[in-house]
């Protein structure tokens, strides 16, 4: 197996950011896109809602500004906020010039059905009935594999990213080069003058997610280690209505549902029965955004000892609940759980991270060759919580600006790569400790158990404060692993997911109040003015990387 290989652009992650990023740059250049699993595996297939964009009369782009940035609590960029929505009707133009097939209205004024979810004040929410992503994420890799100048390469994980301390030939220019990527048990050097960084969110880190297992903050943690900024770590959204079943516990019901009329009540077998309860916590009841939805749940669980509460459809024609979520509906019905005559359980469950890498609008990080879009950057999108439908969005208008950036000045990195020697081999010498992949996983187990516990909706100093001297814990042991250890795909994710964590808990820890998703019964007050929590590895005692 081949040590080394060289590309004009290296992107890591398979996702919808990803392969918008790489149909652009592949007009021109050599694109190698790497996949943890499968080309067709990956997060954004998961999205079930849809993308917000302005498409009809009486909605307007200052309307979808404010409402995201209401959504954000004030922690929002308003440039970048601007930029995106204004660039949303591009994107769903595109994206039906490439064959999604949107879900058309039945009124011929009309070119698509719009459902609304909460936190919109309108219905603005383009969708290809309840598999939004899946339809989107197919039509991508298919023009992709269509492409000679993309290839892919699956089943592999990246371990670090490269910079000048890993050349050959030395150079003085902090960058990135490429990266080292683990498949089929060996490391790989790939030399690039551009990386993109395109590898989802950190929700894994928690017991309970929608997302896959591939969501392990893997950019995130590579590129604090290669010396860039992280922003908001601290604002893990927890979409509020998770399947609660017994064979299923990271399927996610979308927020269509509610926008469409679901309800949420308290279950028929436990006090107070079939009890709507949202008016007493915002008066937009249902419609209010996920931060709010999501503690309101938290809260009538922990004050009547539930295990879930119900969302209810059974009210709804059943006609137009089978014809509006097919996919919901046929899946729930194989746990035998008829959507249209029975309420569904569900649970909040960690969703999204909306913080990351800090990033300019054109995807640039703190390092030259190096770019993070989608839900690995922080953009300031989304400010304190992320309104539903703009995160398929925010893939597809920063996927095109990062490729229309890195096409201009292309030649000028190109440059600057060859001026040095290639990346070193990666240094097989490793010790393997047969007996500790049982340690690995049990620490894997561990971290996402305290963090569910210690850094979850609600959160305390003291909780905080127990989670911090876990993880330090667990970073000691991994770093004798790391040494030791063969390098490993699960021992790869618990070194980045454990990174993560102390990210998180270190950002929660600085900030002293409560803002959006950040909820501190200490500091439970808002305060006058919104700023971002920044960490810069530089401020630590050197970078990690």
């Known amino acids: ?198 590898t989802g969110g950190a929700s894994h880190v928690y017991q309970y997610s929608t997302n896959p297992d591939s969501a392990s903050g893997d950019g995130i943690a590579m590129a604090w280690r290669a010396g860039c900024r992280v922003a908001n770590m601290e604002f893990n959204q927890f979409h509020p209505t998770c399947l609660y079943h017994p064979q299923d516990r990271n399927y996610l019901i979308t927020e269509a549902a509610r926008g469409e009329g679901g309800l949420l009540r308290l279950p028929v077998e436990g006090p107070d029965p079939g009890e709507l309860f949202m008016h007493r916590h915002d008066p937009r009841k249902e419609m209010a955004p996920r931060d709010l939805v999501a503690r309101a749940i938290d809260s009538e669980m922990k004050r009547l000892g539930l295990d879930y509460v119900h969302l209810d459809m059974t009210h709804l024609d059943p006609d137009f609940v089978r014809s509006h979520f097919p996919n919901i509906h046929q899946h729930l019905l194989n746990l035998g759980i008829d959507m249209t005559c029975t309420p569904v359980p569900v649970v909040p469950a960690a969703h999204y991270t909306c913080g990351g890498i800090v990033t300019d609008l054109a995807g640039r990080t703190d390092l030259p060759g190096l770019y993070a879009i989608g839900e690995t950057a922080h953009t300031g999108l989304h400010g304190a919580n992320r309104i539903a439908s703009n995160s398929l969005l ?95 795909p699960d021992l790869l994710e618990l070194r980045n997911l454990v990174e993560v964590a102390d990210l998180i808990v270190r950002s929660a820890r600085m900030r002293k109040e409560s803002r959006g998703l950040h909820f501190t019964t200490d500091y439970p007050d808002l305060l006058p003015e919104a700023k971002d929590t920044i960490l810069s590895p530089h401020d630590e005692a050197g970078v990690k990387n």
Request: proline fraction near 2%.
């Open 1 to 198: 197996m081949l040590q080394s290989m060289n590309t004009d652009i290296l992107i890591i992650g398979s996702g919808a950011t990803g392969l918008t990023a790489a149909l652009s740059l592949a007009e021109k250049y050599k694109v190698t896109i790497l996949s943890k699993q499968g080309r067709s595996a990956g997060a954004t297939r998961w999205a079930q809602g849809g993308i917000a964009a302005v498409l009809e009369e009486g909605d307007s782009y200052a309307a979808h500004i404010e409402d995201t940035i209401l959504a954000g609590a004030g922690l929002n960029h308003r440039d970048v906020v601007t930029f995106v929505v204004e660039s949303a009707p591009r994107a769903i133009a595109a994206l039906s010039k490439l064959g999604v097939p949107f879900t058309r209205s039945a009124d011929k004024g009309r070119p698509f059905h719009l459902t609304k979810e909460g936190g919109h004040s309108h219905r603005r929410i383009v969708h290809v009935d309840d598999a939004t992503g899946k339809a989107i994420h197919k039509a991508l890799v298919f023009k992709a594999l269509q492409s000679d100048n993309i290839h892919f390469m699956e089943h592999c994980v990246a371990v670090d990213l490269a910079t000048n301390r890993h050349l050959s030939g030395g150079g003085s220019e902090k960058r990135a080069y490429g990266a080292y990527v683990w498949k089929e048990g060996r490391v790989i050097a790939i030399n690039a003058p551009v990386t993109i960084l395109a």
């Open 394 to 488: 925010e893939c597809l208008v920063f996927g095109h600006a990062a490729a229309e950036d890195i096409c201009a000045k292309y030649e000028k990195d190109k440059e600057h790569k060859a001026k040095h020697n290639a990346i070193l081999p990666w240094d097989e010498s490793r010790v393997t400790i047969a007996d500790e992949e049982i340690v690995v996983s049990h620490n894997w187990a561990e971290l996402r158990r305290f963090m569910w516990d210690y850094v979850g909706i609600v959160r305390t100093n003291r909780r905080l404060e127990r989670a911090a001297n876990r993880i330090a814990l667990l970073q000691s042991e991994i770093i004798e692993y790391y040494g030791n250890f063969r390098v490993h």
